[in-house]
């Protein structure tokens, strides 16, 4: 009797259940008067499972939105067609703010924030998709920071979207894990897409091009979140990098020369192939150590269990924008080898084995450097490849169920 | 003699106007929010000067600074509960209690207090499934105060105080931004009432006393010690405290609810909150992470002895969004603060 009355309960609530999400809403908000009103209140009002669609047109906004209920999607008629602009922001540090999990926000633009575009803090599966968030007066030091800006996030998924005109990064994400950056383009930013500080990272079939440096991987001391690890970068065009570095003096990204295709800064575990890498005038592949003071005792500022193999490499390094590159370039033969490595292998406080490193693809530059930065004291060498393969590579990153479509 | 005068005097009361009726402990706990704020009876007029029975008012060693708003605050308990004292974090509440904070300009920014005309009242509710943050906005006859959800640019005119015409472009937050500000690892929680904060005297009709001290004696709190063996909060803008003590506190109420561990900013590294002792972590020569433009081309966010090369500095005195510091709350720059501040970098020792 229990049983079956149980059962009866049971199969009362998956009714209801199935009813609930049928009955999910969708909010429709289109363009013009009080759009910051109007589409706020939908942001509010909507219920878990709900759909807040936007219309098609411009919509200008004066301040910053903002979404904290979970399992919503917000999307718009198409990336070009619906439209946020937020030129005539007055308050807030980004366009859009997002806190709960489970949201997805697709098919739209957004655009001319003053802070960041999109961001995301403490989202778990939280998808990004055929968006555009781009600043449209060009490349600016007065540019926002990150167009599309997942940062202490769980499952993310970057799809399909377009990250232009960032004075730090078009595709950033941060403090965050398991993550996949996919068929996205960056471009005129000055990296156009970065991971930092960041574990299981999938970043394929994207084009990185115009940028300041094409794809980063950085790990940064002082964080909440540190030891980042374990990226994969796969069949990625990385092409004509060569947008003058823009970025406020201050950050990190400043320091990023002209002309890089794929960095690497303090990482562990990074496997780079498959990819097209070219037109980058400083270098194809850099791996670097972080080179400035840091206090951290937990902190290891080398790259590590590198891979480098199989892309393609065209013409890189004939004009390095690195301090002393001119003359390194004619010592070279003209141009620098595709691989550079800073050859550092040690810092303060580490008596541990020198980083394993496979360059397979080459020639390699190594500056071997004895510490971090100190570029005068390079004694360079160049080798067909540099290690030994054997260095294990992740497994792919698989987002949990529901979240990730495949691409159409 | 007392209590016979008393009696008269509650006799003669209710003979002029029936007894209010107490503050509706149903509408605060109700699961929707009430459209207008007299639905609460929390006061007793309609203009809500008048605190009804059972509220209590509060204020802080260092406030918020919120453009030169002045504001009021209370505290509201259901009858014959209490709050628990903690040595630090805000008191445990219980379910029923409501904070309470009016935001108001008075014509004459040289004159407080005089001609005052409320802009908005917001609302902290304990219900039963935890805090809800609700603000009303004033309607200008200041009859009615309505609820508003998605935030709202109230210009609001003023005499500065240099005596000039001033018209603030005020920001109501939409209620995520509350939650924003008022978040502890995501979930939406009180910031003021804190031992330390409200450990100073405060006028109770003619008669001062300390709030702790108070609270405890009106049964409003359990739990707390003299206040001479609780922390305290130093007051911003008393020139008799030292001044790292006067800067330290205005950090933490201007910024440390969001620069702690668990706040909003919490994965930018910089910890602004009064219990934080890490140099770096208070921003000594540390480099910004994710501050772009913010970072006004400085690096780092304390350059200890040199104010002027100090982003966090910079970014209070800017009023460009994607700058500014805070980023919600403010639309002006607080001079004194920018003032005290730059004092307390400045005497910070510039050695390496």
């Given at each position: 009797?229990?049983?079956?009355?149980?059962?009866?309960?049971?199969?009362?609530?998956?009714?209801?259940?199935?009813?609930?999400?049928?009955?999910?809403?969708?909010?429709?908000?289109?363009?013009?008067?009080?759009?910051?009103?109007?589409?706020?209140?939908?942001?509010?009002?909507?219920?878990?499972?709900?759909?807040?669609?936007?219309?098609?047109?411009?919509?200008?906004?004066?301040?910053?939105?903002?979404?904290?209920?979970?399992?919503?999607?917000?999307?718009?008629?198409?990336?070009?067609?619906?439209?946020?602009?937020?030129?005539?922001?007055?308050?807030?540090?980004?366009?859009?703010?997002?806190?709960?999990?489970?949201?997805?926000?697709?098919?739209?633009?957004?655009?001319?924030?003053?802070?960041?575009?999109?961001?995301?803090?403490?989202?778990?599966?939280?998808?990004?998709?055929?968006?555009?968030?781009?600043w449209t007066g060009g490349p600016k030091e007065t540019n926002g920071a990150y167009g599309v800006y997942p940062v202490s996030s769980t499952n993310v998924l970057i799809d399909q979207v377009t990250g232009r005109g960032a004075s730090d990064a078009g595709i950033y994400v941060g403090?965050?894990?398991?993550?996949?950056?996919?068929?996205?383009?960056?471009?005129?930013?000055?990296?156009?897409?970065?991971?930092?500080?960041?574990?299981?990272?999938?970043?394929?079939?994207?084009?990185?091009?115009?940028?300041?440096?094409?794809?980063?991987?950085?790990?940064?001391?002082?964080?909440?979140?540190?030891?980042?690890?374990?990226?994969?970068?796969?069949?990625?065009?990385?092409?004509?990098?060569?947008?003058?570095?823009?970025?406020?003096?201050?950050?990190?990204?400043?320091?990023?020369?002209?002309?890089?295709?794929?960095?690497?800064?303090?990482?562990?575990?990074?496997?780079?192939?498959?990819?097209?890498?070219?037109?980058?005038?400083?270098?194809?592949?850099?791996?670097?150590?972080?080179?400035?003071?840091?206090?951290?005792?937990?902190?290891?500022?080398?790259?590590?269990?590198?891979?480098?193999?199989?892309?393609?490499?065209?013409?890189?390094?004939?004009?390095?924008?690195?301090?002393?590159?001119?003359?390194?370039?004619?010592?070279?033969?003209?141009?620098?080898?595709?691989?550079?490595?800073?050859?550092?292998?040690?810092?303060?406080?580490?008596?541990?084995?020198?980083?394993?490193?496979?360059?397979?693809?080459?020639?390699?530059?190594?500056?071997?450097?004895?510490?971090?930065?100190?570029?005068?004291?390079?004694?360079?060498?160049?080798?067909?490849?540099?290690?030994?393969?054997?260095?294990?590579?992740?497994?792919?990153?698989?987002?949990?169920?529901?979240?990730?479509?495949?691409?159409? | 003699?007392?209590?016979?005068?008393?009696?008269?005097?509650?006799?003669?009361?209710?003979?002029?106007?029936?007894?209010?009726?107490?503050?509706?402990?149903?509408?605060?706990?109700?699961?929707?929010?009430?459209?207008?704020?007299?639905?609460?009876?929390?006061?007793?007029?309609?203009?809500?000067?008048?605190?009804?029975?059972?509220?209590?008012?509060?204020?802080?060693?260092?406030?918020?600074?919120?453009?030169?708003?002045?504001?009021?605050?209370?505290?509201?308990?259901?009858?014959?509960?209490?709050?628990?004292?903690?040595?630090?974090?805000?008191?445990?509440?219980?379910?029923?209690?409501?904070?309470?904070?009016?935001?108001?300009?008075?014509?004459?920014?040289?004159?407080?207090?005089?001609?005052?005309?409320?802009?908005?009242?917001?609302?902290?509710?304990?219900?039963?499934?935890?805090?809800?943050?609700?603000?009303?906005?004033?309607?200008?006859?200041?009859?009615?105060?309505?609820?508003?959800?998605?935030?709202?640019?109230?210009?609001?005119?003023?005499?500065?105080?240099?005596?000039?015409?001033?018209?603030?472009?005020?920001?109501?937050?939409?209620?995520?931004?509350?939650?924003?500000?008022?978040?502890?690892?995501?979930?939406?929680?009180?910031?003021?009432?804190?031992?330390?904060?409200?450990?100073?005297?405060?006028?109770?009709?003619?008669?001062?006393?300390?709030?702790?001290?108070?609270?405890?004696?009106?049964?409003?709190?359990?739990?707390?010690?003299?206040?001479?063996?609780?922390?305290?909060?130093?007051?911003?803008?008393?020139?008799?405290?030292?001044?790292?003590?006067?800067?330290?506190?205005?950090?933490?109420?201007?910024?440390?609810?969001?620069?702690?561990?668990?706040?909003?900013?919490?994965?930018?590294?910089?910890?602004?909150?009064?219990?934080?002792?890490?140099?770096?972590?208070?921003?000594?020569?540390?480099?910004?992470?994710?501050?772009?433009?913010?970072?006004?081309?400085?690096?780092?966010?304390?350059?200890?002895?040199?104010?002027?090369?100090?982003?966090?500095?910079?970014?209070?005195?800017?009023?460009?969004?994607?700058?500014?510091?805070?980023?919600?709350?403010?639309?002006?720059?607080?001079?004194?603060?920018?003032?005290?501040?730059?004092?307390?970098?400045?005497?910070?020792?510039?050695?390496?």
């Amino acid at each position: 009797m229990a049983t079956s009355k149980r059962a009866l309960w049971g199969a009362t609530l998956a009714a209801a259940l199935v009813a609930t999400t049928a009955q999910a809403a969708t909010l429709t908000v289109n363009p013009g008067p009080d759009a910051q009103e109007r589409l706020q209140t939908a942001l509010l009002d909507a219920k878990p499972g709900d759909v807040v669609a936007l219309g098609a047109g411009k919509f200008d906004f004066t301040d910053g939105l903002s979404l904290d209920v979970d399992n919503v999607t917000v999307t718009g008629a198409g990336q070009g067609k619906t439209v946020l602009s937020f030129a005539g922001q007055k308050g807030a540090g980004e366009g859009l703010l997002i806190t709960s999990d489970g949201v997805t926000v697709r098919d739209l633009t957004l655009q001319d924030s003053k802070g960041d575009g999109i961001k995301s803090k403490g989202a778990d599966r939280i998808s990004f998709v055929s968006l555009t968030v781009q600043w449209t007066g060009g490349p600016k030091e007065t540019n926002g920071a990150y167009g599309v800006y997942p940062v202490s996030s769980t499952n993310v998924l970057i799809d399909q979207v377009t990250g232009r005109g960032a004075s730090d990064a078009g595709i950033y994400v941060g403090q965050s894990k398991n993550i996949i950056v996919r068929n996205s383009l960056a471009e005129f930013n000055v990296a156009g897409i970065e991971i930092e500080n960041s574990t299981d990272a999938d970043v394929f079939d994207n084009v990185a091009t115009h940028n300041t440096g094409g794809i980063l991987v950085f790990d940064l001391p002082g964080l909440p979140v540190m030891g980042g690890h374990s990226t994969r970068i796969f069949r990625n065009k990385v092409v004509d990098n060569d947008n003058p570095n823009f970025a406020p003096k201050g950050n990190i990204v400043a320091s990023v020369p002209v002309g890089v295709g794929i960095m690497l800064m303090a990482n562990r575990d990074v496997h780079v192939f498959d990819n097209d890498i070219s037109g980058n005038q400083t270098s194809a592949v850099m791996l670097v150590s972080f080179s400035r003071s840091f206090d951290d005792k937990s902190y290891n500022p080398l790259p590590r269990d590198i891979v480098v193999r199989d892309n393609r490499l065209g013409r890189n390094g004939w004009l390095p924008g690195l301090p002393g590159g001119k003359m390194l370039a004619a010592a070279t033969g003209g141009s620098l080898p595709p691989i550079l490595w800073d050859g550092v292998t040690t810092y303060p406080g580490y008596d541990g084995p020198a980083p394993r490193l496979y360059l397979k693809d080459g020639p390699v530059l190594n500056l071997n450097l004895p510490k971090a930065g100190e570029v005068e004291a390079a004694k360079p060498t160049v080798t067909a490849t540099l290690g030994s393969p054997g260095l294990p590579e992740r497994a792919a990153v698989v987002l949990p169920v529901g979240q990730d479509k495949p691409a159409q | 003699m007392i209590r016979l005068a008393a009696l008269l005097a509650a006799v003669l009361s209710l003979g002029a106007a029936p007894q209010p009726a107490p503050v509706a402990l149903d509408a605060l706990l109700a699961e929707a929010p009430a459209p207008t704020l007299d639905a609460y009876r929390l006061f007793t007029d309609q203009g809500a000067r008048a605190p009804n029975a059972g509220l209590t008012p509060y204020a802080l060693n260092t406030p918020l600074f919120s453009d030169h708003s002045e504001k009021s605050r209370f505290l509201f308990l259901p009858p014959g509960t209490q709050a628990t004292y903690a040595a630090t974090g805000a008191f445990a509440f219980p379910v029923g209690a409501a904070l309470v904070k009016t935001f108001a300009y008075p014509a004459d920014l040289r004159k407080p207090g005089d001609q005052v005309r409320f802009i908005e009242t917001r609302l902290l509710i304990h219900k039963p499934r935890g805090w809800v943050a609700l603000t009303y906005v004033w309607n200008p006859e200041q009859t009615q105060a309505v609820l508003k959800r998605a935030g709202a640019r109230l210009p609001v005119a003023v005499i500065d105080h240099a005596g000039r015409p001033l018209t603030i472009d005020y920001a109501v937050p939409n209620t995520n931004q509350c939650k924003e500000c008022h978040s502890l690892s995501g979930v939406l929680a009180p910031i003021g009432p804190k031992a330390r904060n409200l450990n100073g005297d405060l006028a109770y009709g003619s008669r001062r006393e300390n709030q702790l001290a108070h609270w405890t004696r009106t049964g409003l709190l359990a739990g707390a010690p003299d206040p001479h063996a609780a922390p305290r909060t130093a007051v911003w803008n008393d020139p008799a405290e030292p001044l790292a003590d006067r800067a330290r506190a205005y950090l933490d109420a201007n910024c440390g609810h969001c620069h702690n561990p668990e706040g909003m900013a919490s994965n930018s590294g910089l910890f602004l909150h009064l219990e934080e002792t890490d140099p770096a972590n208070l921003g000594v020569r540390r480099r910004p992470v994710a501050a772009g433009r913010g970072s006004g081309g400085l690096e780092f966010d304390i350059d200890p002895g040199r104010p002027e090369t100090s982003i966090l500095l910079h970014r209070m005195k800017s009023r460009e969004p994607g700058v500014m510091m805070p980023e919600l709350g403010r639309s002006l720059v607080d001079e004194q603060g920018v003032a005290l501040i730059a004092d307390y970098l400045r005497s910070l020792p510039a050695s390496r």
